[in-house]
């Protein structure tokens, strides 16, 4: 009973590539977020949309951007791959009336070499 | 400094035992706190979520949070070795919301 799909595990890109990654949530929620996980730095929000077409900066958007056309799904883009953009991409989704309970996707690690 | 402040540890326990991780927090704002747990390889998932001050208890796991004092904690009773884990504390304003760094437990058989 997958709730929250992030389109693949592992990804290996090279410098200048430009990158997507997708999530897909079947639970009707409104919120959507995108995180990069890295040791000793935690959780940190790239992008958040609460709304079809409707984004948010985070605290680290510079390289990055989002699409949600539909409700159920959210892309990030990096426009043109770095290698300091290798880490761990998890995607979130969460009610508007319970902003802090996420659900996770199981994470895309991506490296660029 | 931190907004969140979460030691990384590793903490390592015997099956059995009563865990207590903590964070601590600079802002007095959150209005809102969870904790989270990580296995290896995997999103994080929610185990708990509150809004006040005081105790909640879910199962083996109890959460406190203590806004006076910018603490909060979660508590493992009787921990087991499927409890081996990162565990995150989190809390948020509004749609923002900030993670600690977690902490690592081992719970040895």
């Known amino acids: 009973d997958v709730k929250v799909t992030q389109s693949s595990r592992y990804l290996v890109k090279r410098t200048g590539e430009k990158v997507f990654l997708e999530c897909v949530q079947d639970?009707?929620?409104?919120?959507m977020f995108w995180y990069r996980q890295d040791p000793g730095l935690g959780l940190r929000l790239i992008y958040f949309s609460y709304d079809v077409k409707m984004k948010e900066k985070g605290d680290i958007p510079e390289g990055y951007s989002v699409s949600r056309e539909k409700k159920e799904r959210f892309s990030l883009i990096l426009e043109s791959a770095s290698t300091n953009q290798t880490s761990m991409y998890l995607c979130a989704s969460s009610l508007l009336r319970d902003p802090g309970g996420y659900t996770f996707g199981s994470g895309t690690r991506l490296t660029v070499v | 400094q931190k907004e969140v402040e979460q030691d990384p540890g590793p903490l390592s326990v015997p099956e059995g035992a009563i865990v207590s991780l903590n964070c601590t927090y600079s802002n007095s704002a959150f209005q809102y706190f969870m904790w989270y747990r990580q296995y290896s390889r995997k999103g994080p998932e929610l185990l708990m979520y509150?809004?006040?001050?005081g105790n909640k208890e879910d199962g083996r796991f109890t959460a406190q949070v203590d806004k006076s004092s910018k603490y909060i904690s979660l508590f493992i009773r009787d921990s087991q070795p499927s409890d081996s884990a990162t565990y995150l504390c989190a809390m948020g304003i509004g749609w923002k919301v900030t993670f600690g760094t977690g902490t690592k437990l081992q719970v040895i058989p």
């Open positions: 509150t809004y006040s001050s």
């Open positions: 639970m009707d929620h409104e919120n």
